[in-house]
């Protein structure tokens, strides 16, 4: 299933997730290695900061983002992501997942969402929970949201922020991450790049 099925990377994390670089290393890739090559991913993105306003886009994909002055492009989360985020001092990452698949086509948001979190929660050592938020739009489109809290490994819990959005064009998964210390502090933040998303698509 292409695109889908590349969801499992996000889980791909080595030891010390709640070390200072754990975390980054989201898709196995320690601090210094070379940027990862771009798989499947469409475009390229960009990161601009007009009127004190940071954008994070990929015109190729039609897509953008707005991020806080605190945070940068980051190529080395997911492989096929069209937008990759972070705020390392923060600990805080955040990609977009566009998916192409006609297949997916055949089933409503609620059959793909649970599909998608589904490869989230299949690699998790342990689920504590899986708690929808009363998110049902992003912009003008269609969306449902959930709160992953679980383990990756012994000593390395993670909170997900998993967003699916459901646009004239196609799906797009939104997922925003970091430890649970950090996100009952950031909770808001991660909510409000992820309400940010837009497809800018003609």
Not at 148 to 161: D, F, H, N, Q, T
Request: hydrophobic fraction near 35%; charge should be negative.
């Amino acid at each position: 299933m292409g695109k889908v099925r590349l969801l499992i990377s996000l889980l791909m994390l080595t030891a010390g997730l709640t070390g200072c670089g754990g975390l980054r290393q989201f898709m196995g890739f320690e601090d210094g290695d070379p940027q990862v090559e771009n798989g499947d991913r469409m475009g390229t993105q960009v990161l601009n900061t007009t009127d004190n306003i940071t954008t994070l886009s990929n015109a190729t994909a039609g897509i953008e983002v707005t991020l806080p002055s605190s945070w940068q492009s980051d190529n080395r989360l997911h492989p096929s992501a069209e937008l990759q985020a972070s705020d390392p001092e923060n600990r805080l990452y955040l990609v977009v997942v566009a998916e192409e698949e006609a297949a997916l086509n055949r089933f409503g948001i609620k059959e793909n969402a649970e599909t998608y979190r589904a490869l989230l929660i299949g690699k998790l050592n342990r689920l504590d929970s899986q708690t929808a938020t009363d998110v049902a739009f992003v912009g003008e489109d269609f969306a449902t949201q959930y709160e992953i809290r679980g383990l990756l490994a012994p000593e390395s819990p993670v909170v997900y922020l998993h967003t699916t959005v459901l646009t004239e064009n196609r799906y797009y998964q939104v997922v925003g991450w970091t430890t649970p210390d950090q996100y009952q502090f950031y909770k808001t933040e991660l909510q409000t790049i992820t309400e940010s998303f837009r497809e800018t698509l003609e």
